[in-house]
């Protein structure tokens, strides 16, 4: 029923995302509170680990503090401007240091495209079946990777003739 959909959407919501994900989501200015603490502490994990000169201005902008003055995050003022913009828009408050501003425009102008996710979901559908449910997430990803791995070099090869 509702729990078992509910359970399945959670863990594949759990596979799908990422830090990188839960970053991009703390650094939008549209963001509205409603990252669980786990998931804003993996972000700043995430941050310290891949972007240790970012940690600093990810806490300004958490506490508002400046340059992220309170009005800049009006709805009136965040709903006109995409993320990225929002944040070009602080390039002369922060420089243009590439440690600070090029990992926040990165976050933001990745691709996001639903058909990778979709295929690696359609194929932990193949690999973790009703009959091999005692799979654990980790052998189930490796068995995926393989799978995709092996459907990739058969499609090459078949381009081959």
């Given at each position: 029923g509702d729990k078992t959909a509910q359970k399945k959407w959670k863990e594949r919501y759990n596979q799908a995302m990422t830090p990188a994900h839960?970053?991009?989501?703390?650094l939008n200015p549209r963001r509205s509170s409603d990252m669980d603490p786990d998931e804003e502490a993996k972000a700043l994990e995430f941050a310290h680990d891949r972007f240790p000169a970012l940690v600093p201005t990810a806490m300004k902008f958490l506490a508002k503090a400046a340059p992220f003055q309170d009005f800049k995050f009006e709805e009136a003022v965040v709903s006109q401007l995409t993320p990225s913009e929002w944040w070009r828009s602080?390039?002369?408050?922060?420089?243009?240091?590439?440690?600070?501003?090029?990992?926040?425009?990165?976050?933001?102008?990745?691709?996001?495209?639903?058909?990778?996710?979709?295929?690696?979901?359609?194929?932990?559908?193949?690999?973790?079946?009703?009959?091999?449910?005692?799979?654990?997430?980790?052998?189930?990803?490796?068995?995926?990777?393989?799978?995709?791995?092996?459907?990739?070099?058969?499609?090459?090869d078949a381009e081959d003739y």
């Amino acid at each position: 029923g509702d729990k078992t959909a509910q359970k399945k959407w959670k863990e594949r919501y759990n596979q799908a995302m990422t830090p990188a994900h839960f970053l991009a989501h703390l650094l939008n200015p549209r963001r509205s509170s409603d990252m669980d603490p786990d998931e804003e502490a993996k972000a700043l994990e995430f941050a310290h680990d891949r972007f240790p000169a970012l940690v600093p201005t990810a806490m300004k902008f958490l506490a508002k503090a400046a340059p992220f003055q309170d009005f800049k995050f009006e709805e009136a003022v965040v709903s006109q401007l995409t993320p990225s913009e929002w944040w070009r828009s602080h390039t002369h408050a922060l420089g243009s240091e590439d440690n600070v501003m090029k990992p926040i425009l990165t976050l933001y102008s990745a691709t996001a495209s639903s058909a990778g996710v979709e295929r690696v979901f359609s194929s932990f559908g193949l690999v973790q079946s009703k009959l091999r449910n005692r799979l654990g997430n980790e052998k189930a990803a490796k068995l995926v990777f393989l799978f995709r791995a092996l459907n990739r070099s058969v499609d090459l090869d078949a381009e081959d003739y």
